[in-house]
Nanobody, 120 residues
Framework: QVQLVESGGGSVQAGGSLRLSCAAA????????MAWFRQAPGQERARVAR???????RYADSVKGRFIISEDNAKVTLYLQMNNLKPEDTAMYFC??????????????WGQGTQVTVSS
C-alpha cells in the first residue's frame, strides 16, 4: 500500500506562489507515474500535472508556464510549484501515484488533499 500525504496548501492573493509537497511513506516514487489533481466545489476532478518514470512532464493548458511538477533526488517527495496563482486555481489539490502508465484519472493511490485558496 502506498501512502501519500500532501502539505503546503493555504490562502494566497492572486499573483502569489505556493509550493505543494506530497510525501510517500515506505516507497520510492521512481517506479510510479505521479500526478497532481485538483477539484473545485461543483466541478469534476482534473489532472493538473504529471511526471512519468522517465521524468517527462505534462501540464493542463490552464497551468502551463505557471506550475512546475518535480520530485526530489531521493524520489520520496513530489512537489508542485505554483506561480502567478489565479482565483480560478482555488481547489482541493491531490497527489496520486500509478504503477502502470499515466492515465487521465484512474490512479492507483491518492492522498487526502490540501486546500488552495486564491483571492483576487
Amino acid at each position: 500500500q502506498v501512502q501519500l500525504v500532501e502539505s503546503g496548501g493555504g490562502s494566497v492573493q492572486a499573483g502569489g506562489s505556493l509550493r505543494l509537497s506530497c510525501a510517500a511513506a515506505r516507497v520510492s516514487l521512481s517506479s510510479f507515474c505521479m500526478a497532481w489533481f485538483r477539484q473545485a466545489p461543483g466541478q469534476e476532478r482534473a489532472r493538473v500535472a504529471r511526471i512519468d518514470v522517465d521524468d517527462t512532464t505534462r501540464y493542463a493548458d490552464s497551468v502551463k508556464g505557471r506550475f512546475i511538477i518535480s520530485e526530489d533526488n531521493a524520489k520520496v517527495t513530489l512537489y508542485l510549484q505554483m506561480n502567478n496563482l489565479k482565483p480560478e486555481d482555488t481547489a482541493m489539490y491531490f497527489c496520486a501515484a500509478n504503477r502502470l502508465g499515466c492515465p487521465l484519472d484512474a490512479f492507483d493511490y491518492w492522498g487526502q488533499g490540501t486546500q488552495v485558496t486564491v483571492s483576487s
